[in-house]
């Protein structure tokens, strides 16, 4: 910050004394919950089976390329491998098409998957919605999505955010106040069905998941990021594959980035600079443990990553960065640590209006329920906490404007808890602190 005059630094350090004792807003909403949250049965209404032989379930999409012309269509057919073919129209025309995937299966352990199909439909036409039909054969169904507007430096979109989702009643809750915003893709920050906490890893709770999401994820693209609950290895019951169920059932669009399968570092150092803030206005990262968190739970766990990472956040602008993991709601303020080398003591977070917002929405509202301990004092970067179940949404107005909100799950309702104005860090890089920080 410049200081302009000596009673401006007065007035700034009285203001950092508040600020030590009283870093942002901790919520003082007491969410009524007296025990951890509970899976919904098997037979419930969320897990329905369709009907027919051999029909499609757990069917989701994801972006299939970089820009939104691709639309990867999954689903799983359980008594045989049946079609792998999506048939597929716009709106505007009545032509067909067939696309062509592939069939998986695996096996965890006692268990044996269905036969999960990918197929990438490609050639899309952008801002259009399309039909799709999956089931060839056998019992179809048929679907529909909304292609993403063409890339443009002002075109306005709206993402959801969830993370660390379950399949608990809450869970329920807060998909179904998803699916009442306007978001049009959701961004999922890790952690899905928690199947890894049932006795081996039950992977019958990797098809619930799938079946409970299905009435979203099959009609707009979720956009996945992997957490700790998808590594599913065990050496105890010779599970020695990470990721196994995750990547068989949820694939991405990695070939699109030239299929590197180098280290995350190389990766990253390799796209970023590929990002042409002159089309792609806004710089989203999404990641699971958090950077910037004052719960216990989880503390200071993402410190590894964060060393390594956080100058190249800075140097290419990166707008906000949405985490998951730790089961609650937090905000941070524009700050970074980058000074800090672990040896020379600079180890507190200083305000930088260069630096990303950070966001951790790992409140989807999975059985192992809130972490509701939190840091006393709040540490000044962090500018709302709260521990609730809920969902955010990002509506991009325009090169320089976004639009964020947190919406808590209260009493059957999605409330805006906590809101803001983003200024783009490319665009707009002015300071849009909502909290004091020295
Ligand atoms: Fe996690």
């Known amino acids: 910050m410049k200081m302009g005059n000596s009673s401006f630094v007065a007035i700034a350090l009285l203001m950092s004394v508040v600020v030590l004792c009283n870093g942002g807003k901790t919520s003082s909403y007491v969410r009524k919950l007296i025990q951890n949250p509970v899976d919904m049965p098997?037979?419930?209404?969320?897990?329905?089976?369709?009907?027919?032989?051999?029909?499609?379930?757990?069917?989701?999409?994801?972006?299939?390329?970089?820009?939104?012309?691709?639309?990867?269509?999954?689903?799983?057919?359980?008594d045989e491998p049946g079609s792998n073919e999506v048939?597929?129209?716009?709106?505007?025309?009545?032509?067909?098409?067939?696309?062509?995937?592939?069939?998986?299966?695996?096996?965890?352990?006692?268990?044996?998957?269905g036969f999960i199909h990918h197929t990438n439909i490609t050639n899309l036409e952008f801002n259009t919605t399309y039909f799709y039909v999956v089931g060839i054969g056998n019992t179809t169904r048929q679907f529909w999505f909304t292609t993403p507007p063409e890339v443009g430096i002002d075109v306005p979109y709206t993402f959801g955010i969830i993370g660390d989702?379950?399949?608990?009643?809450d869970s329920n809750t807060t998909l179904t106040h998803y699916q009442n915003s306007n978001g049009s893709t959701l961004l999922y920050v890790g952690d899905l069905s928690y199947a890894d906490d049932y006795p081996y890893h039950d992977?019958?709770?990797?098809?619930?998941w799938g079946r409970f999401t299905e009435r979203s994820a099959a009609y707009q693209p979720w956009?996945?990021?992997?957490?700790?609950?998808?590594?599913?290895?065990?050496?105890?019951?010779?599970?020695?594959?990470?990721f196994k169920p995750f990547s068989n059932r949820y694939h991405t669009?990695?070939?699109?980035?030239?299929?590197?399968?180098?280290?995350?570092?190389k990766w990253l150092t390799a796209e970023l600079p590929k990002i042409d803030r002159t089309e792609t206005s806004w710089l989203i990262v999404l990641m699971h443990a958090p950077w910037y968190n004052s719960y216990y739970s989880h503390y200071m766990e993402g410190e590894p990553m964060r060393v390594v990472f956080e100058s190249l956040f800075i140097k290419y602008k990166v707008d906000v960065v949405f985490a998951g993991h730790v089961h609650a709601y937090e905000r941070s303020e524009r700050v970074s640590n980058d000074k800090?080398?672990?040896?020379?003591?600079?180890?507190?977070p200083v305000k930088d209006i260069s630096a990303p917002v950070y966001i951790t929405n790992g409140d989807g509202g999975n059985q192992e329920g809130l972490s509701i301990n939190m840091t006393q004092p709040q540490p000044s970067y962090s500018a709302y906490r709260e521990a609730s179940f809920g969902h955010g949404t990002l509506e991009i107005k325009n090169r320089t404007h976004a639009h964020y909100s947190w919406n808590r799950n209260q009493d059957g309702y999605a409330v805006e808890a906590d809101k803001l104005w983003l200024f783009n860090r490319y665009w707009n890089p002015r300071d849009d602190s909502t909290i004091h920080i020295p």
């Open 253 to 265: 669009p990695y070939e699109s980035s030239q299929r590197t399968s180098t280290l995350q570092y």
């Open 165 to 169: 989702l379950g399949q608990t009643f």
């Open 223 to 242: 956009i996945w990021t992997a957490g700790n609950h998808e590594i599913d290895f065990d050496l105890q019951i010779g599970e020695t594959q990470p």
């Open 340 to 348: 800090y080398n672990i040896t020379n003591g600079i180890c507190t």
């Open 87 to 113: 048939i597929y129209w716009s709106n505007s025309s009545l032509q067909n098409f067939t696309a062509e995937g592939e069939v998986f299966t695996y096996t965890y352990y006692n268990y044996t998957s």
């Open 203 to 208: 992977n019958v709770r990797w098809d619930t």
């Open 42 to 78: 098997l037979d419930s209404d969320a897990f329905a089976i369709p009907p027919g032989y051999n029909a499609p379930q757990q069917v989701h999409i994801t972006q299939g390329d970089h820009v939104g012309q691709a639309m990867i269509i999954s689903w799983v057919t359980v």
